[in-house]
C-alpha cells in the first residue's frame, strides 16, 4: 500500500527540501511543486464516468471526474500540500484537522476539526511527515467516524515505523510518498528527513 513517486523532479526537489540552507520562501515554493506531483500520483485511479462533448467539428465520446474530491490537511504543515489540490481539482472541498505531537511524548492530540459531508467521496488526507503515523493514524480514524469511506494519503517524507503503524490500524488505505526514509530518531524525527516541516515552511 506505500506508493513511492517516481520521478526525477520529486527527487531533485526532495533535494532542495531536505537542505538546511533552504530559506522558508523558497521550502513553500519547493513544497507546492512536489504537491502539484503527489496530487497526480495520488489522484491517478480516481472514478471518471462517460459524457459526450460537441467540439467544433462533431461531438467526441470524453470522460469526466465522477465525484467531488475533498482534502484534508493535518494543522499546520499539511496547510502546504492544500494549494496543489485546489490548483488541480477547483472544486475540491478542504476539510481541517488540528493535531499537534506533544515535544517530549511525540503523541499528537486533536485542537481543532472542521469537515465537509465526506460520505460517497475520495477523500485525500495530506500531511507531509508520516513520522511515527500517530497524527496520520489519529485523522484517518476521525475521517472514517465522520463517514469517510475511500481514504488516501499524501505524505512527502515516510518512516518505516510510521507505514507500519498506519497499515496496523487503516490497511486499506494507500500511502503516497515521495521520499520513504530510513528509520526515526530517539526524539521520533525523520532521519534522514527534513527536520520540522512546518517550522521550515512558516519560518517559526
Ligand atoms: C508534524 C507533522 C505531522 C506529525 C507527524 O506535526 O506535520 O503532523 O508531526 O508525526 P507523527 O507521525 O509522529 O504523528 P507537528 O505535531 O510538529 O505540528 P505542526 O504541523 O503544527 O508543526
Ligand atoms: N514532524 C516533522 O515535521 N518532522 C519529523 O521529522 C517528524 C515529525
Not at 506508493?3 to 526525477?8: C, M, S, V
Not at 462517460?50 to 499546520?76: C, F, M, Y
Not at 472542521?114 to 507531509?128: M, Q, S, Y
Request: aromatic content about 4%.
Amino acid at each position: 500500500m506505500l506508493h513511492p513517486l517516481r520521478h526525477p523532479l520529486a527527487a531533485h526537489l526532495v533535494a532542495s527540501l531536505r537542505d538546511q540552507a533552504t530559506p522558508p520562501a523558497e521550502f513553500r515554493g519547493l513544497a507546492h511543486r512536489l504537491g502539484l506531483l503527489l496530487a497526480m500520483e495520488s489522484t491517478r485511479d480516481l472514478p471518471t464516468q462517460a459524457a459526450t462533448v460537441a467540439t467544433p467539428l462533431e461531438d467526441a465520446a470524453a470522460l469526466r471526474l465522477a465525484q467531488p474530491l475533498v482534502v484534508v490537511p493535518i494543522l499546520r504543515a499539511g496547510l502546504g500540500l492544500v494549494q496543489p489540490f485546489l490548483d488541480l481539482f477547483p472544486d475540491v472541498s478542504v476539510g481541517y484537522i488540528g493535531l499537534e505531537r506533544d515535544h517530549t511524548t511525540a503523541v499528537a492530540h486533536s485542537y481543532y476539526c472542521k469537515l465537509p459531508p465526506l460520505a460517497g467521496r475520495t477523500v485525500v488526507l495530506v500531511d507531509p511527515m508520516l513520522a511515527t503515523g500517530g497524527s496520520a493514524a489519529q485523522a484517518l480514524t476521525l475521517l472514517k467516524s465522520h463517514g469517510a469511506t475511500s481514504l488516501r494519503m499524501v505524505c512527502v517524507v515516510s518512516a518505516p515505523e510510521g507505514v507500519a503503524t498506519l497499515h496496523a490500524a487503516h490497511p486499506e488505505v494507500p500511502v503516497f510518498t515521495a521520499a520513504h526514509d530510513r528509520c526515526l530518531n530517539d526524539r521520533k524525527y525523520i532521519l534522514p528527513g527534513l527536520g520540522d516541516f512546518g517550522d521550515r515552511l512558516y519560518g517559526t
